[in-house]
């Protein structure tokens, strides 16, 4: 009898993330073909002129782009269902992991009920944007840290040698949907090899760290080999001045000396268009690149005005990376939050099949920052929640000496890093710490 009972739990527990997918298809239809961002547009340019450049993932690009040039418009909606199967496909992965390690079928049914019904969860999962196909392999990389060690010890070793070559497939999926993944697995590689020369006499930092070195190779050669065959010029450095945009613009509109406004009017035309939150509209002004001295004179005499004004300085740092760790934060309008499907994205047309329940209550209600930061619901719809149930799982298992679950913890936390540097805290950028929160969950709870 209760070798049925086990069975009829894992019965529903397999199952049971099928009801995901089908809310997933009834909100891309109720947004029929999907939503698409304003990225799109520019990939869908540079795919059509046949005129690449490195600053989106080539290989997103070319995605969005063959797809798009299907005839009668059919190309949307297959891009948008294929990329909801690969994400529900990683969570379905991921939650099947979880429950296989904690039993808990009443936190299973939750976890499901929350990616399939939470808005959040779903208008991004149709959302055409680089960051969302990343997330979803990236997930699927935590899970596999995870289950490395296992791996080798339980089963044979074909399988395991399977699974490596997998694994490594999945890590080059995910630099090449996303530039700055790179660093971030750049950086685990430098903290396995220090562990490593710590415990050379463990097999498994050895296996790891020859995994994750040959995959990074591959990587690195498959995004060459993706330029040379778009023959793409290499990508614009304005996401990388984005802190000093932001640190000279605030300061030219609060205390700069005007010898210090001449200087800035020297790199930035209209600093007066300064958003606290974001700097694409500063950063876009930028006239030069990394070869050019320009860009030299231009950090070197941003930190000579940044020490003189310090506070404005750290202030603008803190105002464009706020939206990572303030739960309460919302700065948004709503012609630019980050889940407003516009009727016109690159070329996409929407045709919403049921106005009155998505737009007039979900988008003008909950997605609108004038709505959503009047009510503690912002909490919920705001990625700094996540992220810091997910640090505080990493401190769990520092805490509780789980030597290979925090370094499989690692990845998440160095690409917050990456973006720390980046234009601002825009929710996609952090979809891959709400799509963890089972893994936290599981690891904060866990008394071992």
Not at 23 to 50: K, R, T, W
Request: charged share 15%; hydrophobic share 50%; proline share 4%.
């Amino acid at each position: 009898m209760k070798n049925k009972t086990i069975n009829v739990r894992n019965l529903i527990a397999y199952l049971l993330p099928l009801i995901m997918v089908v809310a997933h298809i009834i909100v891309m239809y109720s947004l029929f073909p999907g939503i698409y961002y304003y990225d799109i547009g520019v990939q869908l340019e540079q795919y059509n002129s046949g005129i690449f450049n490195t600053s989106h993932p080539l290989l997103h690009t070319l995605f969005v782009g063959y797809f798009s040039n299907l005839p009668n418009g059919r190309g949307y909606v297959v891009a948008t269902i294929i990329q909801l199967l690969l994400v529900d496909s990683s969570v379905y992965y991921m939650l099947l992991y979880v429950y296989s390690i904690r039993k808990k079928l009443a936190a299973h049914i939750f976890f499901v009920c929350f990616f399939a019904f939470m808005p959040l969860c779903s208008f991004l999962t149709i959302s055409h944007t680089k960051d969302i196909l990343f997330a979803a392999f990236a997930i699927v990389f935590v899970i596999d840290m995870l289950r490395f060690n296992k791996c080798k010890s339980t089963y044979s070793p074909l399988f395991f040698l399977l699974f490596r070559i997998r694994m490594a497939i999945n890590i080059i999926l995910v630099t090449l949907l996303r530039n700055n993944a790179m660093y971030a697995f750049l950086a685990m590689l430098i903290i396995i090899f220090v562990i490593f020369i710590r415990n050379k006499k463990q097999r498994y930092y050895k296996e790891l760290l020859i995994l994750l070195t040959l995959s990074i190779f591959l990587a690195f050669a498959s995004g060459k080999a993706l330029v040379k065959i778009t023959d793409a010029n290499p990508g614009s450095i304005k996401e990388m001045m984005s802190i000093p945009c932001q640190i000279m613009a605030r300061i030219y509109n609060t205390s700069a000396t005007e010898s210090e406004k001449e200087v800035i009017l020297s790199y930035i035309a209209k600093p007066e268009d300064y958003q606290y939150y974001l700097a694409d509209h500063i950063k876009m002004q930028l006239e030069f690149d990394v070869l050019d001295s320009k860009c030299k004179h231009f950090l070197l005499d941003t930190a000579i005005i940044a020490i003189h004004h310090p506070i404005d300085s750290l202030l603008a740092v803190w105002y464009n990376i706020q939206g990572f760790f303030d739960p309460l934060h919302c700065p948004y309008s709503s012609d630019h939050f980050f889940l407003v499907p516009l009727e016109y994205r690159g070329g996409a047309v929407m045709t919403p099949k049921w106005p009155d329940i998505y737009y007039s209550f979900y988008i003008n209600y909950f997605f609108t920052s004038e709505n959503l930061s009047h009510t503690p619901l912002i909490i919920f719809f705001n990625m700094a929640t996540y992220i810091w149930i997910y640090i505080i799982s990493f401190i769990a298992s520092i805490r509780k000496k789980q030597r290979y679950a925090r370094l499989s913890y690692l990845f998440p936390l160095l690409y917050l890093g990456t973006l720390l540097l980046g234009p601002g805290a825009i929710i996609r950028y952090g979809f891959m710490f709400i799509l963890l929160l089972p893994v936290a969950w599981m690891n904060i709870t866990n008394k071992q």
